[in-house]
């Protein structure tokens, strides 16, 4: 029994370590990669992003059937809108 512990304890520190090692080299890795990043090209990153996200989406509604232009949407509300002014003016009592 104190040999299954001492090989099962041994086993867990070396894969630590291997995990903690591996951890070392990602982390290396990311500062090696943005060690020259300053706040200016991190700004024009971020714009960047923006920019491709606003683009897919676009094409995603494009591709879902669902890009349509504003003024059939300002159309409705119009309409929608003229509608109740209508229905009030018919709803009204003349006289008192």
Request: charge should be positive.
């Amino acid at each position: 029994m104190v040999k299954i512990l001492i090989f099962l304890s041994l086993s867990t520190a070396i894969l630590s370590f291997f995990l903690c090692y591996y951890a070392h080299v990602r982390i290396t890795k990311i500062l090696k990669a943005t060690k020259d990043l300053d706040w200016s090209a991190l700004a024009t990153i971020t714009g960047d992003l923006a920019t491709l996200k606003k683009t897919i989406q676009t094409l995603n509604n494009r591709l879902n059937g669902m890009h349509s232009p504003k003024i059939a949407d300002e159309e409705i509300m119009r309409y929608m809108a003229n509608q109740r002014v209508a229905n009030e003016q018919n709803n009204k009592v003349v006289g008192g």
